[in-house]
C-alpha cells in the first residue's frame, strides 16, 4: 500500500462542476469546471420535451420518468483562460455569457463577455472584456430582465469598501448606483428594471437590505429606501438576509432569512408597505411558526416579513423562484446534509421532493419552463456536478459527469527526500504548482514514522 505523498494526489486533485446557469430556452446549461486542470466554462446540451430537435414527432409526449432515460450531450469548453474562471452566467437574450476571471487564484476578478453561436454547437466568439483593471475587485450581480445591463459590486472608489455600478454590456458605459463606506452587494433586478436589492454587511452576521430606485438609463434617481430596518447589537440582534427574489409583480421579496429566529427559513417580504418599529423588535407570534407576520426593530421601519415555513434546521442552497412566480426552491440544512424542498406559493404548502444521496446542495435555480431545478451537489460518493430536481416522486438526476480522478493522473514525485519535492513536467503543471506547497509540507512532516 502506498503510504507516501503520491497516496494524497487523487484527494488533491478531484475534479468538479459547479455554478448552474441555465440559457433561456433551457436546452443547455453553462457550469464551471475544472476538467481541463482549470476552472472553466463549459456548457451541456439538456434533453427538454420543448427543444425541437429532441425526438423528432414523439418529443411532445415525452414525460418526466422519460425524459430521465435521455442522455445528455456531451459537455463543450467553451472559454479557454490561462487563469480560473469564478462565475458564469447566461444573458437573458441567450447569445452571451457573462464570466469572472481572477490573475493568479488572487480573487480580483474581472468581467468578461463571451459570445455564443445559435445552436447547441454554435461557435464560441472570443471573449471580450468588460473591466480591465487588476488592482480591483468585481463581484457580478445580475443580468437586468431586457438583457442590455448589468449590475456588480467594486471596490474601485475606495480599495477599503464596494459600491454598486451598473453597466450597458452594448455601449460599455458604466456608472455607480449606489455609493457607501460600506460592503454592499447587488443581488436582484426587478421584473421591471426600475430598482435593485443591494446588501449592506454590517458584520459577518448581520445585513442589512436597501431598494435603490433606478431611472432609465440606469442610474439612481431617488434616494436608496431601507427595507430591514433593525437592531443588529449583540448575537440575539444580529439577522441575515440571504437570496432575495422578487415576485412577478415586483410586489414582493422572497428570501432566506432568520429574523427572530436562530435558523435561516424562506420568507416573504411586502415591498409595498412599511410597518413602524414597536418596541423589542421581536416576533409578534408563537416562535418558530409560520405564514405570520413579525414585527420590525424598534429603531426604524422594517418592511412586513412573513415565514412561509419553518424547521429546526437551516435553509441552505440559495432560493430559487420559479418562472411562473408560483413555486419555491431551496434546501434544509439536516445534520450537515441537504435535502431538497418545494414550496407552492399559491396553496402555501410544501411539495415533495426527491431524495438525495447524502452530500450538499449549492445554487438552486429553475429551469425557463419551471419543470425542474439544477443545482450543484457534491457529497461523500460524489464529487461535485451538476444534478436537476423535479417536484414529485420523479429522482433526481446527475446531468454532469466530472470524473473523480485527478486532474494531474500524469503526474508523480520522483524524488522524495528530507522534505523536499521535485516535479515531473505535465500538461498541467500551473495546478501542480498550486498545491506544491501543501504535498510540500505533508512531505515533511506528514509521512514521517
Not at 490573475?103 to 472570443?126: F, M, R, S
Not at 452576521?205 to 442610474?219: I, K, S, T, Y
Not at 429566529?261 to 413602524?276: H, Y
Not at 414529485?392 to 494531474?408: C, N
Request: charged share 20%; with cysteine; aromatic share 8%.
Amino acid at each position: 500500500m502506498n503510504h507516501g505523498p503520491d497516496a494524497l494526489l487523487p484527494y488533491l486533485n478531484v475534479r468538479r462542476a459547479h455554478g448552474p446557469s441555465w440559457s433561456p430556452d433551457g436546452a443547455r446549461l453553462a457550469f464551471v469546471a475544472d476538467t481541463s486542470g482549470l476552472d472553466q466554462a463549459w456548457i451541456v446540451n439538456i434533453p427538454t420535451a420543448d427543444v425541437p430537435d429532441l425526438m423528432n414527432d414523439r418529443r411532445a409526449s415525452l414525460g418526466a420518468r422519460a425524459l430521465a432515460d435521455i442522455p445528455v450531450g456531451e459537455p463543450r469548453q467553451v472559454t479557454h483562460f490561462g487563469e480560473r474562471v469564478g462565475v458564469v452566467s447566461w444573458s437573458s437574450g441567450g447569445d452571451q455569457l457573462l464570466v469572472t476571471v481572477d490573475a493568479g487564484g488572487n480573487e480580483h476578478d474581472q468581467l468578461y463577455l463571451v459570445p455564443l453561436g445559435d445552436g447547441a454547437d454554435g461557435a464560441v466568439g472570443e471573449p471580450c472584456a468588460l473591466t480591465a483593471e487588476p488592482d480591483v475587485i468585481h463581484t457580478f450581480g445580475a443580468w437586468s430582465p431586457d438583457g442590455h445591463s448589468i449590475c456588480y459590486s467594486c471596490n474601485r472608489r475606495d480599495r477599503a469598501f464596494f459600491d454598486v455600478w451598473g453597466m450597458d454590456v452594448v455601449s460599455r458605459a458604466a456608472r455607480p448606483v449606489f455609493e457607501a463606506d460600506a460592503t454592499l452587494t447587488a443581488l436582484a433586478w426587478s421584473p421591471d428594471g426600475a430598482s435593485l436589492v443591494v446588501s449592506r454587511a454590517n458584520t459577518n452576521h448581520d445585513v442589512d437590505l436597501f431598494l435603490v430606485p433606478l431611472d432609465n438609463a440606469g442610474q439612481q434617481h431617488d434616494e436608496p429606501r431601507l427595507l430591514t430596518a433593525h437592531d443588529g447589537r449583540g448575537p440575539s440582534g444580529e439577522t441575515n438576509y440571504v437570496s432575495p427574489v422578487f415576485s412577478r409583480d415586483g410586489r414582493t421579496l422572497y428570501l432566506l432569512a432568520n429574523r427572530g429566529r436562530e435558523f435561516l427559513a424562506p420568507a416573504a417580504l411586502d415591498l409595498q408597505m412599511t410597518v413602524p418599529g414597536i418596541d423589542g423588535g421581536q416576533d409578534a407570534r408563537t416562535p418558530g411558526s409560520a405564514d405570520r407576520d413579525v414585527a420590525p426593530s424598534p429603531t426604524g421601519t422594517h418592511a412586513p416579513l412573513r415565514y412561509l415555513t419553518v424547521n429546526q434546521w437551516d435553509a441552505e442552497g440559495g432560493l430559487a423562484l420559479s418562472p411562473a412566480g408560483r413555486q419555491l426552491a431551496w434546501a434544509w440544512n439536516e445534520d450537515g446534509l441537504s435535502r431538497l424542498a418545494f414550496y407552492d406559493l399559491d396553496d402555501r404548502r410544501d411539495l415533495p421532493a426527491p431524495a438525495l444521496p447524502p452530500g450538499v446542495v449549492e445554487g438552486l435555480t429553475w429551469a425557463p419552463d419551471g419543470r425542474s431545478v439544477a443545482f450543484s451537489f457534491n457529497g461523500t460518493r460524489h464529487n461535485g456536478n451538476i444534478w436537476t430536481a423535479s417536484p414529485g416522486a420523479d429522482p433526481a438526476r446527475q446531468v454532469t459527469h466530472v470524473s473523480r480522478d485527478s486532474v494531474i493522473d500524469v503526474c508523480r514525485m520522483h524524488k522524495y527526500a528530507n522534505g523536499t519535492c521535485q516535479w515531473r513536467r505535465c500538461r498541467c503543471q500551473k495546478a501542480c504548482r498550486t498545491r506544491q506547497s501543501a504535498l510540500h509540507w505533508l512531505a515533511a512532516y506528514g509521512f514521517r514514522g
